[in-house]
């Protein structure tokens, strides 16, 4: 078995751009770039509750807006670059697209942050918090991978 049956070039290269950009954000604007606080931000256009009408929210909400659309551009030219040997193909149920974001989502709530603004920005910024959240969101993946395998569930 391969560790990387696509080669590990790709993923290096992306690492670099993704540490690139926050630290790029970081350095110009002091801003920190967690997708969780994206979503979070974008939903306080539609939604009135008092936790989506935020002032951290609120304020930052076109910023953070502007962050995703380049991520979302920023993912298309690099798969326009590395073409179709980029795919994967794997065929996953709708209800386990739907299961797999809520449980995402609610591990994001729970951790005050997702996996990106952990692994990403807060180990970068030497957070305890942040090194906790990737410590569990890793042994978490590990286990569940590990289980669902010998189930045949992967």
Do not use: K
């Not at 979503?39 to 502007?66: E, G, H, K, M």
């Amino acid at each position: 078995m391969t560790l990387f049956p696509n080669g590990w070039t790709h993923y290096l290269a992306g690492g670099l751009l993704i540490g690139s950009g926050v630290s790029l954000l970081f350095a110009l604007t002091g801003l920190i770039g967690g997708m969780s606080s994206v979503y979070s931000s974008t939903w306080s256009w539609v939604v009135r509750t008092p936790f989506f009408q935020q002032p951290r929210l609120v304020n930052s909400r076109q910023w953070r807006l502007a962050y995703a659309a380049g991520l979302i551009v920023g993912a298309a030219l690099w798969w326009i670059a590395l073409g179709d040997g980029t795919r994967v193909s794997v065929d996953l149920s709708p209800a386990r697209l739907v299961v797999g974001g809520v449980l995402v989502g609610y591990g994001a709530r729970l951790s005050r942050g997702c996996t990106s603004g952990h692994g990403i920005c807060g180990l970068a910024s030497l957070g305890l918090p942040s090194l906790l959240a990737v410590l569990t969101f890793m042994g978490t993946a590990f286990v569940t991978a590990n289980v669902l395998a010998r189930m045949g569930g992967l």
